[in-house]
């Protein structure tokens, strides 16, 4: 029973293998216009709704490594200023200096643009095998971003029109 649940696991291992190799083929390399492409979608999927402020939250590194690029690239004529708040399970606060060093390492974020952290009195609805892993959601906000996000929405307008009407360029 070992080796054939062993060799499932193998076939599995080279099917992945294969289509991670496929995705590579397909998508090839991302241009500027693809990933200001790609920002709007995000925000448009994760960001805050509300009006007059831009804020994206999130737990995947990759996912707010994005967005920072996203807001740094529609932003290049002027600064901007990042602001995060972590927010953490209370069961992890004694970890919060470790996991605030794990996100100014994944982000490349000063200590001094994460404002206090949010603890969340609640119990976990998911056992975590590593709770080491757990790093909590972070938020975030782009200071005075009013303008910002209006820009933003209409991106996410334009976007919505041309699927609406089906002018995808070919």
């Known amino acids: 029973q070992f080796v054939a649940a062993e060799m499932k696991r193998q076939e599995r291992q080279v099917r992945i293998t294969k ?3 496929e995705a590579f083929e397909d998508v090839g390399y991302l241009t500027e216009r693809d990933m200001f492409i790609l920002g709007i979608a995000l925000y448009w999927a994760e960001g805050a709704k509300t009006r ?17 690029h996203f807001i740094r690239y529609i932003n290049r ?3 901007v200023v990042f602001s995060c708040r972590i927010q953490l399970n209370i069961s992890h606060k004694e970890r919060y200096e470790e996991i ?14 994460f404002t206090k952290p949010t603890f969340i009195r609640v119990e976990h609805q998911k056992i975590y095998e590593h709770p080491e892993q757990y790093h909590g ?9 009013t303008n910002l996000n209006y820009k933003m929405f209409g991106y996410i307008n334009v976007v919505k029109y ?8 070919q």
């Not at 007059?52 to 920072?68: A, I, M, Q, S, W």
């Open 19 to 21: 289509y991670q190799i």
């Open 52 to 68: 007059g402020k831009t804020v994206l939250c999130n737990t995947d590194p990759d996912v707010l490594r994005t967005f920072l």
């Open 77 to 79: 004529d002027s600064s």
């Open 100 to 113: 605030l060093n794990y996100w100014t390492h994944e982000l490349k974020l000063h200590k001094d643009q």
């Open 137 to 145: 959601v972070v938020q975030i906000y782009v200071r005075k971003s």
């Open 162 to 169: 041309w699927m609406r009407n089906a002018r995808v360029a």
